[in-house]
């Protein structure tokens, strides 16, 4: 089965860095995509970022120039780097990505979050 295990989140100071990862298990899986997002207490889930097959990425006015989304295919693990925190960024993040595999096709998928605060 396809799962995603996420890590990487914790407590940091405002201005400084964390790194998120999240690992795609499974057989012969190809990951066509994969989005960051974030959400707090009485507020939408916020896309963060986004990254596809071909490269290209795309992210939220709050994380350009901060937040760096990257996705090693080989590894068929993604990577969301933040520097420059703010409290404002404290959330649970949530890594999902579309997923092919001969068995089921392209399929989304989520992982279960990982908690980041940033402190003052």
């Known amino acids: 089965q396809i799962q995603l295990d996420e890590s990487g989140g914790g407590l940091v100071q405002a201005g400084g860095s964390l790194r998120l990862a999240c690992a795609i298990s499974?057989?012969?899986?190809?990951?066509?995509?994969m989005t960051w997002s974030r959400r707090v207490p009485g507020k939408e889930r916020e896309v963060v970022a986004n990254?596809?097959?071909?490269?290209?990425?795309k992210y939220a006015d709050s994380a350009k120039g901060r937040f760096t989304i990257s996705l090693d295919k080989d590894k068929n693990t993604g990577y969301l780097q933040m520097t420059s925190l703010t409290p404002e960024d404290t959330a649970d993040y949530y890594c999902?990505?579309?997923?092919?595999?001969?068995?089921?096709?392209?399929?989304?998928?989520w992982g279960q979050g990982t908690q980041v605060s940033v402190s003052s």
């Open positions: 499974g057989n012969a899986v190809v990951v066509n995509s």
């Open positions: 999902s990505a579309n997923v092919y595999t001969w068995r089921e096709g392209s399929v989304d998928y």
């Open positions: 990254i596809y097959n071909n490269g290209n990425t």
